[in-house]
C-alpha cells in the first residue's frame, strides 16, 4: 500500500489571500441576467463601465476582520468593567456632563443600527466583489459599534435619568426625529445616493465634526469608557472614510454623465448632514462641564481647513464643487451653537436631558470662543432666564415650535447677517404649504418634494393625536420621560444626586 | 423634480389638512423676538373667531415676562406676507388664515 505523498504547502502572500477569500469568491453569472440579481444598481442614472476598477485598499479577510475586533473588543469590555468596579461615573468632571451622553446615546446607536442594515443591503447589491466586501466590513463595523455604544453607556444608566428608554425615544422624541428622519431619506434612496448620503458626506466630509468633539469631550470630563469606544472605533472610522471617497471617486471616474448626479447627491446631503450635527454644536459649546474647542473652531479645522481647502481642491479635478450651501453654513458658524442651545434650553421640559443658564464659569469660555455674538445673546436671552430663575421661575416656551420640513429642527435658526431674525422659507406643493429653516432645506425640500411630504413630523404628530394624548404629561409619557429625564438642571435628580455622593465620599473620607 | 425611484413614488401629505377635521395648523411668529426661539404651531378652528385667536395669543405671550398684552391690540398683522387689518369678529379662515399659513407681527 502506498503512502500518499503530501505536497508542501505554499504559502499565500497576504495579496494573494485576500484576493483568494473576496474577489476570487466572485462568479460569473451563467443562467440570471446581471439585472436580475443586481436591480438596484441602474435605476438611480449612475453608469458603471467596468466594476473591477473598485479598489480596496484595505485587504481584509472575514477571519482578519473577526481576529482584530474580537482583540478590540476584548480591550473595550476590560476598561468598562475595570470603570465599573472603581465607581468611575465618581470621578466625571460633573453630573452634567451626561448631558451630551444622553443626547449620544438617545440618538446615535440607533443610526448605526440602520447604518449597519443599509451597508448590509451594499453588501449583497452592488455588482462589484470588492466593493460588496468593503460594504460588509462597514456594515459589520456598523452593528459593532451599535452594540459597543450601548453597552459603553449601559453603566451611566444605573446612575442618571434619560437613558433607560433610548431605543423607544429614538423612535419617538422630536428632537430624535431629526437624526432618525436622516437616515430615512438616506437609506430610502438608492444605493448610490446612500453611498453618497453615508459613506461620503457623512462618514468622510463631516465625521471629525461629529466624532472628535464626542470623543475628546469625553477624554476631557473624565470619561474613560467612551474615549476608549472612541478609540475602537477610530481604525474602522478610517475604513469608513476610505469606501466613501472611494465611492465618489468610482462614480466619477466611470462615466463623466455620472458627475451631475453626485454633485446634486453632495450639495443635499453636506447640508442634510451639517443640519443634524448642529445638535453637536449645542453640544459642544454648551454641555460640557470641561470644554474642548468651540464648534467655530472645530468648524474652521475640520470642515473649512481639511476639507474645503484640502478635499475639494482634489475633487476640483473631476469637476466637482464644494456643496452650494457651504458659505451659509460658514457665516453661521459664529451663531449656531447659542441657537440650538437656545432651543434645547426653552424646549427641555420635553427632553431626556436638562440644560441650564451657563455659569459665570461657562460664560466667561463663551465670551472668549465667540467675542462677537456671545454679548448678543446673553444679553438679549440668558441675562432674562438668569432672572426668571432668580425670581422663582424657569423659562420653558409654553407651546410647540414650527418644524423645518426637511430637517424637522424648530425653526430657530436666523437670516444671514441679522441674528435677530428668523429664517422662514415656504413652498407650496400641490396645494399644501410647506415651511423650512433654510435656503438648504427649501433646495432639498422642491427638488424631492415627493418625498418630504411625507415626513413624519414630531408637532404635527402630537397635533393628529398619534402622541399618546392631547398634553404634554401624555406625550411624555408616551415619549417614554420619567420624573428626573428632562427640564432643568439645577435641582435636578442628578445634580441632587450628584451632590449627595460626593457628600458621602467626603465624610467617609 | 420627481424623485428617482425603482416604482411609481408618490404619497399624500402626512399632514395634510383632512387630517384636523374642522381645524386647521397656524404658525405664529412673533418676529424680532427671539425669547420664543421658533414660530409657534397651534391648532385651531377654521371657524374660530380672530378675535378669539388674538385672545389666546395675549395669554400665550405671557411666558415672555416683558411682554405687554394689549400691545397685540395695535400691531400690523401679516398673514402669508400680505399685510392686513384682520375683522375680529370674522373667522380666521375668512381672514385669509390657510392650513400652515404663518401669521407674523411684531411689537
Ligand atoms: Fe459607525
Ligand atoms: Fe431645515
Same mark, same amino acid.
Given at each position: 500500500?502506498?503512502?500518499?505523498?503530501?505536497?508542501?504547502?505554499?504559502?499565500?502572500?497576504?495579496?494573494?489571500?485576500?484576493?483568494?477569500?473576496?474577489?476570487?469568491?466572485?462568479?460569473?453569472?451563467?443562467?440570471?441576467?446581471?439585472?436580475?440579481?443586481?436591480?438596484?444598481?441602474?435605476?438611480?442614472?449612475?453608469?458603471?463601465?467596468?466594476?473591477?476598477?473598485?479598489?480596496?485598499?484595505?485587504?481584509?479577510?472575514?477571519?482578519?476582520?473577526?481576529?482584530?475586533?474580537?482583540?478590540?473588543?476584548?480591550?473595550?469590555?476590560?476598561?468598562?468593567?475595570?470603570?465599573?468596579?472603581?465607581?468611575?461615573?465618581?470621578?466625571?468632571?460633573?453630573?452634567?456632563?451626561?448631558?451630551?451622553?444622553?443626547?449620544?446615546?438617545?440618538?446615535?446607536?440607533?443610526?448605526?443600527?440602520?447604518?449597519?442594515?443599509?451597508?448590509?443591503?451594499?453588501?449583497?447589491?452592488?455588482?462589484?466583489?470588492?466593493?460588496?466586501?468593503?460594504?460588509?466590513?462597514?456594515?459589520?463595523?456598523?452593528?459593532?459599534?451599535?452594540?459597543?455604544?450601548?453597552?459603553?453607556?449601559?453603566?451611566?444608566?444605573?446612575?442618571?435619568?434619560?437613558?433607560?428608554?433610548?431605543?423607544?425615544?429614538?423612535?419617538?422624541?422630536?428632537?430624535?426625529?431629526?437624526?432618525?428622519?436622516?437616515?430615512?431619506?438616506?437609506?430610502?434612496?438608492?444605493?448610490?445616493?446612500? !453611498?453618497?448620503? #453615508?459613506? /461620503?458626506?457623512? $462618514?468622510?466630509?463631516?465625521? =471629525? *465634526?461629529?466624532? %472628535?468633539?464626542?470623543?475628546?469631550?469625553?477624554?476631557?470630563?473624565?470619561?474613560?469608557?467612551?474615549?476608549?469606544?472612541?478609540?475602537?472605533?477610530?481604525?474602522?472610522?478610517?475604513?469608513?472614510?476610505?469606501?466613501? !471617497?472611494?465611492? #465618489?471617486? /468610482?462614480?466619477? $471616474?466611470?462615466?463623466?454623465? =455620472? *458627475?451631475?448626479? %453626485?454633485?446634486?447627491?453632495?450639495?443635499?446631503?453636506?447640508?442634510?448632514?451639517?443640519?443634524?450635527?448642529?445638535?453637536?454644536?449645542?453640544?459642544?459649546?454648551?454641555?460640557?462641564?470641561?470644554?474642548?474647542?468651540?464648534?467655530?473652531?472645530?468648524?474652521?479645522?475640520?470642515?473649512?481647513?481639511?476639507?474645503?481647502?484640502?478635499?475639494?481642491?482634489?475633487?476640483?479635478?473631476?469637476?466637482?464643487?464644494?456643496?452650494?450651501?457651504?458659505?451659509?453654513?460658514?457665516?453661521?458658524?459664529?451663531?449656531?451653537?447659542?441657537?440650538?442651545?437656545?432651543?434645547?434650553?426653552?424646549?427641555?421640559?420635553?427632553?431626556?436631558?436638562?440644560?441650564?443658564?451657563?455659569?459665570?464659569?461657562?460664560?466667561?469660555?463663551?465670551?472668549?470662543?465667540?467675542?462677537?455674538?456671545?454679548?448678543?445673546?446673553?444679553?438679549?436671552?440668558?441675562?432674562?432666564?438668569?432672572?426668571?430663575?432668580?425670581?422663582?421661575?424657569?423659562?420653558?416656551?409654553?407651546?410647540?415650535?414650527?418644524?423645518?420640513?426637511?430637517?424637522?429642527?424648530?425653526?430657530?435658526?436666523?437670516?444671514?447677517?441679522?441674528?435677530?431674525?428668523?429664517?422662514?422659507?415656504?413652498?407650496?406643493?400641490?396645494?399644501?404649504?410647506?415651511?423650512?429653516?433654510?435656503?438648504?432645506?427649501?433646495?432639498?425640500?422642491?427638488?424631492?418634494?415627493?418625498?418630504?411630504?411625507?415626513?413624519?413630523?414630531?408637532?404635527?404628530?402630537?397635533?393628529?393625536?398619534?402622541?399618546?394624548?392631547?398634553?404634554?404629561?401624555?406625550?411624555?409619557?408616551?415619549?417614554?420621560?420619567?420624573?428626573?429625564?428632562?427640564?432643568?438642571?439645577?435641582?435636578?435628580?442628578?445634580?441632587?444626586?450628584?451632590?449627595?455622593?460626593?457628600?458621602?465620599?467626603?465624610?467617609?473620607? | 423634480?420627481?424623485?428617482?425611484?425603482?416604482?411609481?413614488?408618490?404619497?399624500?401629505?402626512?399632514?395634510?389638512?383632512?387630517?384636523?377635521?374642522?381645524?386647521?395648523?397656524?404658525?405664529?411668529?412673533?418676529?424680532?423676538?427671539?425669547?420664543?426661539?421658533?414660530?409657534?404651531?397651534?391648532?385651531?378652528?377654521?371657524?374660530?373667531?380672530?378675535?378669539?385667536?388674538?385672545?389666546?395669543?395675549?395669554?400665550?405671550?405671557?411666558?415672555?415676562?416683558?411682554?405687554?398684552?394689549?400691545?397685540?391690540?395695535?400691531?400690523?398683522?401679516?398673514?402669508?406676507?400680505?399685510?392686513?387689518?384682520?375683522?375680529?369678529?370674522?373667522?380666521?379662515?375668512?381672514?385669509?388664515?390657510?392650513?400652515?399659513?404663518?401669521?407674523?407681527?411684531?411689537?
Amino acid at each position: 500500500m502506498s503512502v500518499p505523498t503530501q505536497k508542501p504547502v505554499r504559502k499565500l502572500s497576504m495579496k494573494q489571500r485576500y484576493s483568494a477569500l473576496t474577489h476570487d469568491l466572485d462568479w460569473p453569472l451563467s443562467y440570471v441576467e446581471e439585472d436580475d440579481a443586481f436591480p438596484y444598481t441602474k435605476f438611480e442614472g449612475i453608469k458603471v463601465h467596468d466594476w473591477s476598477k473598485w479598489e480596496d485598499p484595505f485587504r481584509l479577510t472575514v477571519e482578519s476582520y473577526n481576529k482584530y475586533q474580537a482583540e478590540k473588543d476584548r480591550r473595550l469590555y476590560a476598561v468598562l468593567d475595570g470603570f465599573a468596579q472603581s465607581q468611575g461615573q465618581l470621578s466625571l468632571s460633573d453630573a452634567s456632563y451626561m448631558n451630551a451622553m444622553k443626547i449620544f446615546l438617545q440618538g446615535i446607536p440607533s443610526g448605526e443600527y440602520q447604518a449597519h442594515r443599509n451597508f448590509a443591503h451594499l453588501a449583497r447589491y452592488l455588482n462589484g466583489p470588492g466593493a460588496r466586501f468593503a460594504s460588509l466590513c462597514q456594515s459589520m463595523d456598523e452593528l459593532r459599534h451599535a452594540q459597543t455604544e450601548i453597552h459603553t453607556l449601559s453603566h451611566y444608566n444605573k446612575f442618571f435619568g434619560g437613558m433607560h428608554d433610548w431605543n423607544k425615544m429614538s423612535d419617538r422624541v422630536w428632537y430624535l426625529s431629526v437624526p432618525k428622519s436622516f437616515f430615512d431619506d438616506a437609506g430610502t434612496a438608492g444605493p448610490f445616493e446612500w !453611498l453618497i448620503a #453615508i459613506g /461620503f458626506s457623512f $462618514e468622510y466630509l463631516l465625521t =471629525n *465634526l461629529l466624532f %472628535v468633539p464626542f470623543m475628546s469631550g469625553a477624554a476631557f470630563n473624565g470619561d474613560l469608557p467612551t474615549m476608549t469606544f472612541g478609540f475602537s472605533a477610530q481604525s474602522d472610522e478610517s475604513r469608513h472614510m476610505t469606501l466613501g !471617497l472611494e465611492g #465618489i471617486k /468610482f462614480m466619477l $471616474e466611470q462615466d463623466e454623465d =455620472n *458627475l451631475p448626479i %453626485v454633485q446634486a447627491w453632495l450639495d443635499k446631503w453636506f447640508w442634510r448632514g451639517y443640519r443634524l450635527i448642529s445638535l453637536v454644536a449645542g453640544m459642544m459649546d454648551y454641555m460640557l462641564p470641561k470644554r474642548v474647542m468651540s464648534w467655530k473652531e472645530a468648524f474652521e479645522l475640520y470642515f473649512e481647513e481639511q476639507m474645503l481647502n484640502g478635499l475639494f481642491k482634489d475633487l476640483a479635478y473631476y469637476g466637482i464643487k464644494p456643496p452650494r450651501d457651504v458659505e451659509w453654513a460658514i457665516q453661521e458658524k459664529e451663531i449656531l451653537s447659542h441657537q440650538v442651545y437656545w432651543i434645547l434650553y426653552q424646549f427641555s421640559h420635553a427632553a431626556a436631558f436638562t440644560t441650564t443658564v451657563p455659569n459665570a464659569q461657562d460664560q466667561a469660555w463663551l465670551a472668549e470662543a465667540y467675542p462677537e455674538t456671545w454679548p448678543i445673546y446673553k444679553s438679549v436671552v440668558w441675562d432674562k432666564a438668569q432672572k426668571v430663575m432668580d425670581e422663582g421661575g424657569r423659562y420653558f416656551n409654553p407651546g410647540l415650535p414650527q418644524l423645518c420640513q426637511v430637517c424637522q429642527i424648530p425653526m430657530g435658526f436666523t437670516e444671514p447677517g441679522d441674528p435677530m431674525t428668523q429664517c422662514q422659507r415656504h413652498s407650496i406643493y400641490e396645494g399644501e404649504r410647506y415651511d423650512t429653516c433654510s435656503d438648504g432645506c427649501k433646495w432639498i425640500f422642491e427638488r424631492e418634494p415627493e418625498k418630504y411630504v411625507q415626513a413624519w413630523l414630531p408637532v404635527h404628530q402630537i397635533y393628529q393625536g398619534n402622541c399618546g394624548g392631547p398634553t404634554l404629561p401624555d406625550v411624555a409619557v408616551w415619549y417614554g420621560l420619567e420624573p428626573g429625564d428632562g427640564g432643568e438642571y439645577v435641582g435636578s435628580m442628578d445634580q441632587l444626586d450628584w451632590a449627595a455622593w460626593h457628600a458621602s465620599t467626603v465624610k467617609e473620607g | 423634480m420627481p424623485v428617482v425611484a425603482i416604482s411609481e413614488y408618490k404619497f399624500p401629505s402626512k399632514s395634510r389638512q383632512e387630517l384636523y377635521g374642522d381645524d386647521q395648523l397656524v404658525h405664529v411668529w412673533w418676529k424680532g423676538n427671539p425669547w420664543f426661539v421658533a414660530a409657534g404651531c397651534f391648532r385651531f378652528p377654521k371657524a374660530m373667531p380672530w378675535g378669539d385667536f388674538v385672545g389666546v395669543l395675549k395669554g400665550f405671550y405671557t411666558a415672555d415676562p416683558d411682554f405687554v398684552p394689549d400691545s397685540l391690540d395695535s400691531v400690523q398683522w401679516v398673514i402669508d406676507d400680505q399685510e392686513v387689518t384682520p375683522d375680529p369678529s370674522a373667522s380666521m379662515e375668512a381672514n385669509g388664515v390657510g392650513h400652515k399659513s404663518l401669521v407674523q407681527f411684531s411689537v
